[in-house]
């Protein structure tokens, strides 16, 4: 029989050396989660306050809804419902999500546009109440054709949110193209900045964003050549005339002639930028790598290998001057 295990690891890094760790006084909460029957694609987030939020789709008779739940003074508070329809995508692998700006929230997710099932946008809906109310949705990009729009990412930017996405408008059955793009949505709910970072992706691994100060924005997502190598890249750009052309993080030089579903994830850690990605690089093996970087995303230093032989499905959290990675484990 087969377990899945989610792995936490803990990293201090001095140009990848050890340090000597500080006592861990944490204490194990076991929380119980808010969300009703038959829920899934839960997301956590945090409010100005620094109160952890929960959001989630909840399905029932044919329908899904997206909801959250924000935990205060040792409980949940009520959930709240954004958006409810038959037309709401649920998918396992792209799943809905919420920033937080202050008082001001974004929120995604997929609207299903056609029957059929490769046809849906990226949906985005407001509050300048701390989700109390919310705006109708808006599609985030510009386009209505029947194509794939998902793989949202958001961070927080200067009176509003840069977000970024994986668009399929371009894509045929002969030549399936995936671009990433990404726009500016101010407070107002205006999107504007619309571009093109990168004009040949990997079709549905998820991405990540980071603004490294002064709204100048990093778009890490998993690129895709001509040779179907797979590797981690990031784009550098803000919204003044500054866009860069697409970094490889690391060649791995995975050769894969399909989507591995298993994005990047990255966190400021002071000044210094930290990335996680799962890859089979050239020998095949599954491998979570690290990598940091001390000038904003110029250049990284050479991976860490964390695990072998795992599923990846990575994230990390940075604290105290140390990284904490997560990931599945596969074991017999």
């Not at 340090?19 to 694609?41: F, I, M, R, W």
């Not at 990093?218 to 784009?235: K, Q």
């Not at 550098?236 to 697409?246: D, M, T, V």
């Not at 001390?294 to 032989?309: A, F, M, Q, R, V």
């Amino acid at each position: 029989m087969k377990y899945l295990f989610i792995i936490l690891a803990t990293i201090s890094f001095s140009c990848f050396a050890p340090q000597e760790q500080e006592e861990n006084n944490s204490e194990k909460v076991n929380l119980e989660s808010p969300a009703g029957a038959n829920s899934e694609e839960a997301t956590f987030f945090t409010t100005q306050a620094g109160n952890m939020g929960l959001s989630w789709l909840e399905k029932k008779d044919k329908a899904a809804s997206l909801k959250f739940s924000v935990h205060k003074n040792g409980n949940w508070t009520e959930p709240k419902t954004l958006v409810s329809g038959k037309d709401i995508l649920t998918n396992w692998a792209d799943f809905p999500g919420i920033q937080t700006n202050g008082k001001n929230w974004v929120a995604w997710f997929l609207h299903k546009n056609n029957p059929d099932t490769f046809a849906y946008d990226a949906m985005v809906m407001q509050s300048s109440d701390e989700g109390e109310t919310w705006s109708a949705p808006q599609r985030l990009h510009s386009d209505s054709t029947l194509t794939e729009h998902g793989f949202v990412s958001a961070v927080v930017a200067k009176n509003g949110f840069q977000l970024m996405w994986l668009d399929g408008r371009l894509a045929t059955e002969d030549s399936p193209i995936f671009t990433v793009r990404s726009a500016y949505l101010n407070f107002d709910g205006h999107i504007s900045n619309r571009k093109i970072l990168d004009d040949n992706t990997c079709t549905c691994c998820q991405t990540f964003m980071l603004n490294t100060g002064n709204d100048n924005f990093i778009a890490l997502y998993r690129d895709r050549t001509n040779e179907e190598i797979r590797d981690i890249a990031g784009v550098k750009f803000n919204n003044e005339g500054r866009l860069e052309k697409p970094q490889i993080l690391f060649n791995d030089e995975w050769h894969i002639p399909g989507c591995p579903v298993n994005g990047p994830r990255s966190v400021m850690n002071g000044d210094e930028i930290g990335v996680a990605w799962f890859t089979m690089g050239t020998n095949g093996v599954s491998t979570i790598n690290f990598a940091t970087s001390s000038d904003k995303g110029k250049t990284y230093k050479t991976p860490l290998l964390i695990d072998e032989n795992n599923k990846g499905r990575v994230d990390v959290l940075a604290n105290g001057g140390a990284y904490y990675l997560s990931f599945i484990d596969d074991t017999d």
